[in-house]
């Protein structure tokens, strides 16, 4: 128990459409409201636009669309993970950002064989917290948009 | 890697970039003391600074080389394989510096084969003295040599400048006003700088919200520094395009020796500055068109002296600035290109079919050498056919956001010109709104802004496309709003903004247009680059995000209208000449099922009409239009008035009257030849043409006019007569332009024409021969008397019968045209008088003949 007790992990997480999530801390950059977003006309339907931060482009992508998850009801209660990839900057919209969390490497159980498809292709494990399961996502398959060809609009 | 070592890498690069091009002119100009001194003292600089770094099988190269080239100088003739000797060893020691920089220590080998042929050729001279003093001062005469400056030379005025200075010593000169400062910090300035101009932009934002703010003076301040910034960081970065130039007289050399063609190349404007960035990426496309140029374009030395031609041929490359932008034209006086090469390829690519081909005119059908995968010549040479397409060169110039344009006249040759912005940083852009959102358009293809719904710029459909008419153009639209599927646009009314993407004009239609503003253009995300509608992202002075529109991705939203012709001065002689030939049809339907077509510059407006509001008052139907009464008048009697709903009508209108042709269905507008095949006796039909492979009735527009009003002018029927004679027509109002030809052409004649004085006389120095010219008195600049002063006082053009058309005939006027050389006087409505006065004068012509 003390060997697994020394690899913790902070994760970030956060809900939407219900469901908790997390990322590892070191992937997040930070976390902000998205204001003054640009809609992108022809973008896939989970690009939810473009907007400044701090000068920065940001491209904000809705996770519940990505997964094909119930829509939010009030569009503007969102929040959003900022996240680096490549030398661009993304930001991952969800309904509301929780806590962080000290999570033990040992705890996390591999994603069930029966999740959602879509779902289980960006999962990277799951914890049974109190009361609920947090899925953990792998952020560069949640980035990559063109892996699964229904996501892309015709 | 030592610093030492580093800058005599980056110096001997630069050096050896400098000697390709000089020894080039050396070969055409062994006798150029200059020259030969500037070529000597280069090699020279290399050998000196090579023993002082220790690297002896450089020094003993380059030794040697200068060996030779100070024999030169002193006079030994230079032949052919002396030059080339001389470039396989520069091309040596570009290999060993290659290594060099990669390893940073000078690699093993033998040069011993080099050394001794340059040894060889060194002797085979006179008995020279075993080696040139190397500080020896450049001979006398260079300096007498008048400065002949070419683009390579003036790409490298700084040395030439120095005079007979020995190198080292210029060198320390220059080091006193300049230092070498590493791209990658011009690179983070400029970015650093770019940020600034973005923050200036926001702040002034701010500023113009708050009236009476303390900040505005010390901003106004802040802004006239950015800007002053900008630029001289802006400057650090210019760079002669003649760096991009350097190796083509090398590549042109070697190409000449491979095909065996002789070819000279012209440089001019080499001075011309643009940012590094801009320039590095054209450098391949320029030399890839170079290399087309001259392995496509030149013919070789036998077929140009068959031709007439110089037994050499030039390629010409010149650049000069315009507004924001560089033009860089590369020019060759070969064989031009083969169209008809270009029309069968196209079929076989499936890029077109035959009949989309017809439709297109020669300058059209050139720019399908930009399609991927297209290559005329039959044997893909190792010269142009290396994979890398025209299509590579458009894709390069267009992504830095660039036009490239052709011209080819067949036996002449081809012009390629090159559009391309000054600096990619910072584009001015038009701010438009369409559906809500803003979006930038880069000015350098905005032609210009035309507020649509009002006066004559109303949107019209065709069907269901619609087109804008725009100073007797058809502008084909398109909706941005649509384009970018922000909602269904059913207003046709806004702001359309021309655009011109290379021979494509279109017109894209936005609610809004906003200002214009200076942007940064930052990468699009990778996420969203599979959208060709935009080419980046950039942020306003507000703060927000906005799209930045790339023209070539929405045109390709155009349909089949795509390919309309640009009225620019560029338009050459050839294109002309197609574009007369080709006619704007509007095709519809009335009464029976053959479909019928008039000219589409005869018709002001297509409109619909509600049937009730339809009168009818003596037997005539009339409608209240434009607070006028307006007649209108059915084709036939087959042809009726619908019973209810919407009547579509043609409307021609002249001189403030107005007539409506009643119509079943407007089916088409088609770009066409309009060759009447089939003259018809049946009134109000000319004939009949085959129009997009349909046969069709040409409509004689003339024969409803005085049936609409009676005095609009007289009609009687017109004797056709088949002669092959060509007409040339000369008229400022393209109403009667476009009322006549068909007439004349009706008759027998070829028909060409002309809008005014100055393009008749044009007209002449074509190709086409003419044999009678028929020509309005009243025009302005040059009127019908001008005219035809001119054509008597042109050799070839004097004795070209003219008939007059006036539209009163005085005894004054018939006087003065006999003085000037008018051969027949004839009223301007009298159309069977003309036909009857061309048939004369044209027996006059058979007989003479």
Known sequence: MNDAAAKLTEYVTFTTAGQLFGLPIERVQDVFKPAHMTRVPLASPEISGVLNLRGRIVTAIDLGKRLDLPSRVDSTAAMA???ESGSESFGLLVDAVGEVLKLSETDREPTPINLERKLARVAAGVFRLDGQLLVVLDVDRVLDLGAEPAAVAA | MDELLRDFLTESGENLDKVDAELVRFEQEPNNGQILGNIFRLVHTIKGTCGFLGLARLETLTHAAENLMGKFRDGMPVTAEAVSLTLATLDRIKAILERLEADAQEPAGDDTDLIE?????AEGGHPAP?????????????AERGDDSTGAEAAEKAPA????RPAAEAGEKTAAHSIRVSVDTLDHLMTTVSELVLTRNQLLEIVRRHEDSDFKVPLQRLSNVTAELQEGVMKTRMQPIGNAWQKLPRVVRDLCADLGKDIELEMRGAETELDRQVLELVRDPLTHLVRNCADHGIESPVDRLAAGKPRSGTIRLSACHEGGHI???IADDGRGLDIGRIRAKAVELGLASEADLAAKSDGEICNFIFSPGFSTAAQITNISGRGVGMDVVRNNIEQIGGTVDLKSVAGSGTTFTIKIPLTLAIVSALVVESGGERFAIPQLSVLEVVRAGVGDHRIERIKDTPVLRLRNKLLPLLHLKEVLRLGESDRDSGFVVVIQVGNQVFGAVVDGVLHTEEIVIKPMSSKLRNIAAFSGTTILGDGSVIMIIDPNGIAQALGRFAQTQTDGPDLNESEQTASEDMVSLLVFRAGSQ????VPLSLVTRLEEIDCRRIEISDGRHLVQYRDQLMPLLRIDTESGLKKEGAQPILVFS??????????????????DKLDIEVASNRPGVLGFAVIKGVTTEIVDVGHFLPQAFEDWFRRRDSHAMRSPRTILLVDDSAFFRDLLAPLIKAAGYQVITAGSGVEALAAFKSDTRIDLVVTDIEMPEMDGFALAQAMQSTPGTSGVPIIALAAMVSDEAIERGRAVGFHDFVAKFDRTGLIAAIKEQSADINRAA
Request: avoid cysteine; aromatic fraction near 0%.
């Open chain 2, 654 to 671: 002249d001189h403030g009257r107005s007539m409506g042709l009643v119509v079943d269905e407007i089916v088409d507008i088609v770009e």
């Open chain 2, 327 to 329: 033009i860089i034209e």
């Open chain 2, 117 to 121: 042929e340059l040894n060889r050729l």
């Open chain 2, 594 to 597: 053959r479909p019928k077509a």
């Open chain 2, 161 to 164: 400048e120095t005079g007979e």
């Open chain 2, 130 to 142: 075993p080696s040139t003093p190397p500080d020896k001062p450049i001979p006398q005469r260079a």
């Open chain 1, 81 to 83: 993970i900022g996240i």
